[in-house]
């Protein structure tokens, strides 16, 4: 198996309960997952979303809320919660984690961009695995519009990643809407980001979290831009990570693209 930095990319679907709680269950069964990639020989850089998941019933919360200050609000609780699950489980693996909060301006401006990468490269270096989320305390386009997809795509294309894993609730990019059309089938491979392929994205995959295929679609364009290949994959199912790495048909497989001499 050819060693990767690979970006893994979680999402609000794949770290929830049903009832839209966290489940430590779901966290620890990710952080053992990116154990067994660093094992193998990979290095890893982690988004994840959950933090609004995470605090809103601290905050008083009955379920998820909507308006945009009220999950600002869940999320500043959450986070600490989040990262406090995180930092346990990958600590039981012997594994050091760091957390990074970035917003969209930290790629937009030169200065703030290149302190993002010095950072990230260090904490690689030392052998650790950064916990990237956006800042959603402050930052409104990712509640708005992303679930983390296009930060990881932002990140995946900064640090040079080989490859970036969005894991969600979907086994992968498919023809129509499985949920409502039987016909539908999966995409196992995905060559060029056709107009066509591009109008498959769709609408948010649970109430749990923000992002749908469309965004996902967004952040497979960015990712092959930079010659980085994308994987989308269920989160649950087991060993996703290693199988994806290795190169067995899991989800959806998009392409990087090559520059043509």
Same mark, same amino acid.
């Given at each position: 198996m050819e060693r990767k930095l690979v970006t893994v990319k979680v999402g609000t679907s794949s770290l929830?309960?049903?009832?839209?709680?966290?489940?430590?269950?779901?966290?620890?069964?990710?952080?053992?997952?990116? +154990?067994?990639?660093?094992?193998?020989? !990979?290095t890893v850089i982690l988004v994840t979303s959950g933090a609004v998941a995470a605090g809103f019933r601290r905050?008083?919360?009955?379920?998820?809320p909507t308006g945009i200050p009220a999950k600002?609000?869940?999320? @500043?609780? $959450?986070?600490?919660?989040?990262?406090e699950e995180y930092t346990r489980f990958f600590a039981a693996h012997g594994i050091v984690s760091a957390q990074i909060l970035l917003t969209r301006d930290d790629f937009r401006d030169r200065r703030r961009y290149k302190n993002a990468f010095n950072a990230l490269e260090i904490i690689l270096q030392r052998d650790a695995v950064p916990i990237i989320n956006e800042n959603d305390t402050v930052s409104?386009?990712?509640l708005r519009l992303g679930d983390n997809d296009t930060l990881s795509a932002q990140? @995946?294309?900064?640090? !040079? @990643? $080989?490859?970036?894993?969005?894991?969600?609730?979907?086994?992968?990019?498919?023809?129509?809407?499985?949920?409502?059309?039987?016909? @539908?089938?999966?995409?196992?491979?995905?060559e060029h980001l056709t107009p066509e392929i591009l109008a498959l994205g769709g609408s948010a995959g649970t109430s749990?979290?923000?992002?749908?295929? +469309?965004?996902?679609?967004? +952040?497979?364009?960015?990712?092959?831009?930079?010659g980085c290949e994308m994987v989308i994959a269920n989160g649950q199912s087991p060993e996703v990570l290693y199988d994806v790495a290795a190169g067995k048909?899991?989800?959806?497989?998009?392409?990087?693209?090559?520059?043509e001499a």
């Open positions: 929830t309960n049903p009832d839209g709680s966290i489940s430590s269950g779901k966290i620890e069964s990710i952080v053992s997952e990116i +154990a067994a990639l660093r094992a193998a020989g !990979h905050i008083g919360y009955a379920k998820r600002q609000a869940a999320a @500043a609780v $959450g986070q600490g919660l989040l990262l409104i386009d990712e990140v @995946a294309a900064m640090m !040079h @990643a $080989g490859l970036l894993v969005l894991l969600t609730d979907m086994d992968g990019l498919y023809t129509a809407d499985p949920r409502t059309d039987e016909s @539908a089938e999966r995409i196992a491979r995905v749990n979290g923000t992002g749908g295929m +469309a965004t996902k679609l967004r +952040a497979a364009q960015m990712a092959t831009a930079a048909r899991v989800g959806t497989r998009f392409l990087a693209k090559r520059d």
